[in-house]
């Protein structure tokens, strides 16, 4: 066990990282964020964290600097479990409880932690560590390694990775290789090969074509998409647009100001029925768009790519004749059509959990094979160990018909394909872009699978978010008193009305989400949730104002 020597060192390197404000700090969504100039102490304690979290599970533990989807100015952390899987809900607490500790009861705090889990802290802490391109990330990667260091932990830091970048890393480590290689050619090569594969024994037909429009989000994203290409032969030619060389990062552009705004981001030519995509700050979520000839913008976000690729994944599995149970999971978000359309069409079960990667992941681990997508663009596939060495077999098994082994080898370069730790904007590029080859899909076909109902997400500044409070994987409010009332009475009113509010875990808004029959009514929907949120749960600023 730890002595006080122990605790008194961490103390003493701490003082280069002072607690300086009072404000309070969740480990939200996903991580803590907030303004970079607010995180330096957070970054010192959440690398001791980190550094304690690989001693009790004998692992690597991964921390990414990153603020996603936010503005530029702000950042944040996300700690990585040893499968590459977001950080366990129990020490969600343990995080928010040390990052708010005052200086002095820092100690203290620390050996609670050391005691009540059990850390042999004799056990050699190792951390790796990477960031996004934000100004601010150098520095605040300074203060983890600062915390790992203050207990005698190793870091191996990777300087700019993308999220699910380092994601990857911390799975191939911890699974011996096994997974991959742990280098940023190690990632390339796996996911170019698998795509490489699939693309090689594939007609490739007349309505798709291999050129891609991307929107890197003036970040990492960009960055990487170009190390990516390099190895696939030329296969797939990306034109990037926001690369970073002149923009700001997600300033009106990036997947989220996509989805949100429905409408293509800046600097990029608008040009009818040309395949486009659009990575988020950290490259960990992907949407795609069109225009049409009359210039209507088309989103195909996450249920788009959810459908698209749960629809793929079954005709594969039915065609290699393996006994597989296959499921999709979504969010509050997903599109009423996208749900109608993957049950009665896909006839794929379907699960519904909170918002965030970390609830969709594990519900899906419940499938052999689970496809989760948030309609922000955030998902990927999960496939148990019993099903990918049942794949293996069955692509190496002479004894199947042509087709079914033919089934089971995409299965198997899909497999190879698809990062399974997170949502990989690269590696859902990837997919998608295998599927649309294979089907000889253009990106109308693909939209024409089924319609989206029309929909309005807002944004609500409260005094305390925590005021809102939700139930049923976050469909309908328990608190404030009266507001669910008051939603349901609008849904009312609206054909195909569907209508909820929560919290946001990583901005200080409470989200409103509407779908109606129609766009006005999506629109109006939206509008009079918002003001019902302003009035009932304490808005600040000015009150929402009527879609124009
Ligand atoms: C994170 C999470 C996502 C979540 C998003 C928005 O994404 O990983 O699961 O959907 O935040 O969360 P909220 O609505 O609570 O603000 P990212 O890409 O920003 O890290």
């Known amino acids: 066990m730890a002595g006080t020597g122990y605790f008194a060192a961490v103390k003493i390197a701490a003082e280069k990282h002072p607690r300086l404000r009072e404000k309070t700090i969740q480990y939200g969504t996903a991580g803590f964020r907030t303004k970079g100039e607010e995180l330096d102490h957070v970054m010192f304690r959440m690398g001791v964290l980190a550094a304690l979290r690989s001693q009790l599970k004998r692992a690597v533990i991964g921390a990414m600097i990153t603020a996603s989807h936010n503005p530029e100015e702000d950042n944040g952390v996300k700690l990585v479990d040893p499968l590459g899987e977001m950080l366990e809900a ?19 705090v620390l050996s609670d ?12 802490a190792q951390v790796f560590l990477a960031r996004d391109t934000r100004p601010s990330s150098p520095s605040l990667a300074q203060a983890i390694i600062d915390g790992v260091q203050a207990i005698k932990g190793e870091v191996k830091d990777y300087g700019i990775l993308t999220t699910p970048q380092l994601h990857f890393m911390v799975r191939c480590e911890n699974s011996q290789g ?51 290409q390099k190895h696939l032969n030329n296969s797939l030619q990306i034109e990037l647009f926001n690369d970073g060389s002149s923009g700001k990062l997600n300033y009106m552009c990036g997947a989220d100001y996509v989805k949100v705004q429905q409408t293509a981001p800046n600097g990029m030519p608008k040009e009818a029925r040309v395949r486009c995509a659009s990575f988020d700050g950290d490259a960990d979520r992907i949407v795609y768009f069109y225009q049409e000839k009359n210039g209507t913008f088309k989103l195909l976000d996450g249920d788009k790519i959810a459908t698209l690729v749960a629809g793929y994944l079954k005709e594969l599995v039915n065609s290699s004749g393996l006994n597989i149970n296959l499921g999709l999971v979504q969010t509050a978000y997903a599109n009423g059509s996208s749900t109608s359309y993957i049950t009665n069409e896909l006839q794929v079960p379907v699960a519904c959990v909170p918002t ?111 005021v809102i409070q939700t139930t049923d994987a976050e469909r309908k409010t328990t608190s404030p008193k009266g507001l669910q009332e008051a939603i349901d009475a609008l849904v009312e009113k609206y054909p195909d009305g569907r209508a909820f509010v929560r919290p946001s875990g990583t901005e200080d808004i409470v989200r409103v989400y509407a779908e109606a029959e129609t766009q006005k009514n999506a629109d109006m929907l939206a509008h009079e949730v918002s003001v019902e949120v302003y009035n009932l749960a304490g808005g600040v600023g000015e009150k929402p104002t009527p879609p124009q």
Request: aromatic share 8%.
């Open 90 to 108: 129990a020490w969600e607490k343990l995080a928010t409880k040390l990052a708010n500790v005052s200086d002095s009861d820092l100690p203290a």
């Open 356 to 466: 965030g990667v970390k609830h969709l992941h594990h519900k899906a681990l419940e499938y052999d094979i689970g496809v989760y997508f948030e309609a922000n663009g955030h998902g990927t596939v999960v496939f148990s160990e019993k099903i990918q060495d049942m794949v293996l077999m069955a692509a190496n098994d002479s004894s199947l018909s042509k087709d079914q082994e033919h089934a089971a080898r995409r299965l198997l370069w899909i497999i190879g394909l698809i990062n399974q730790t997170v949502g990989d904007a690269i590696s859902d590029l990837l997919l998608v872009e295998t599927i649309l080859h294979s089907k000889g899909w253009s990106i109308e076909d693909w939209n024409d699978a089924y319609t989206d109902l029309p929909n309005r997400q807002l944004k609500v500044k409260v005094k305390d978010r925590t």
């Open 178 to 228: 096994q997974y991959g290689s742990q280098t940023e050619n190690g990632y390339y090569t796996k996911l170019s090969n698998a795509f490489l594969k699939l693309r090689g024994h594939e007609h490739q037909n007349e309505r798709y074509h291999p050129q891609l429009r991307l929107d890197g989000a003036n970040g990492v994203g960009a960055l990487k998409i170009k190390e990516m």
């Open 113 to 124: 932690i050391v005691s009540s889990c059990g850390i042999d802290t004799a056990v050699p």
